[in-house]
């Protein structure tokens, strides 16, 4: 038997070549994972923004401006972030936050980006009314519960379709 075959007589160079190319083969393994999961990622958002216009239109609310990924900030107040859907208009503005799999920590983190958007917003004396949305892939009743109580509406894969739940009572407006 030779001693690359043989673990107990294997040499320190044999030793570290193994380990460089098991720890680049896992490097590759999960630049896939990653670039797997940036897709799913886009097909949910592609899913969740296809008739977003419309379905809320339905509700009363017209938005002439959409933008995917809209970028927010102000450099005085520190406050920078990113929305995944984002529809206007003069009197309202929708802010969406798109996940393959929902959670509640997910809502909660859409609030504090509201709430941070409102402040860059009321430095701009943007007076527009901002209301919210969650939407995904996959959300667990519980969490669906959880953000219409929140006064968020929550886009959800319905069958074939998608569908926009609205919460209990008027919207929460930011």
Same mark, same amino acid.
């Given at each position: 038997?030779?001693?690359?075959?043989?673990?107990?007589?294997?040499?320190?160079?044999?030793?570290?070549?193994?380990?460089?190319?098991?720890?680049?083969?896992?490097?590759?393994?999960?630049?896939?994972?990653?670039?797997?999961?940036? /897709?799913?990622?886009?097909?949910?958002? %592609?899913?969740?923004?296809? $008739?977003? +216009?419309?379905? #809320?239109? *339905?509700? @009363?609310?017209?938005?002439?401006?959409?933008?995917? /990924?809209?970028?927010?900030?102000?450099? %005085?107040?520190?406050?920078? $972030?990113? +929305?995944?859907? #984002?529809? *206007?208009? @003069?009197?309202?503005?929708?802010?969406?936050?798109?996940?393959?799999?929902?959670?509640?920590?997910?809502?909660?983190?859409?609030?504090?980006?509201?709430?941070?958007?409102?402040?860059?917003?009321?430095?701009?004396?943007?007076?527009?009314?901002?209301?919210?949305?969650?939407?995904?892939?996959?959300?667990?009743?519980?969490?669906?519960?959880?953000?219409?109580?929140?006064?968020?509406?929550?886009?959800?894969?319905?069958?074939?379709?998608?569908?926009?739940?609205?919460?209990?009572?008027?919207?929460?407006?930011?």
């Amino acid at each position: 038997m030779s001693s690359a075959h043989n673990p107990a007589t294997i040499t320190y160079d044999q030793m570290m070549s193994l380990f460089l190319e098991t720890r680049e083969q896992i490097q590759e393994t999960n630049r896939a994972i990653a670039k797997l999961g940036d /897709r799913l990622g886009q097909l949910v958002e %592609a899913m969740v923004e296809g $008739g977003i +216009v419309r379905m #809320f239109k *339905e509700l @009363g609310y017209e938005f002439d401006v959409y933008t995917s /990924r809209y970028r927010f900030g102000n450099k %005085a107040l520190n406050i920078y $972030g990113e +929305v995944d859907l #984002f529809l *206007e208009n @003069g009197d309202f503005a929708l802010l969406v936050e798109v996940k393959t799999n929902l959670s509640v920590d997910d809502v909660k983190e859409h609030q504090e980006r509201l709430e941070k958007f409102r402040q860059v917003a009321n430095v701009k004396n943007d007076q527009r009314r901002f209301i919210a949305a969650v939407g995904g892939g996959v959300i667990q009743k519980n969490v669906k519960d959880f953000a219409l109580k929140q006064g968020m509406f929550v886009v959800q894969q319905s069958g074939e379709n998608v569908e926009v739940l609205t919460p209990e009572g008027k919207p929460k407006v930011w």
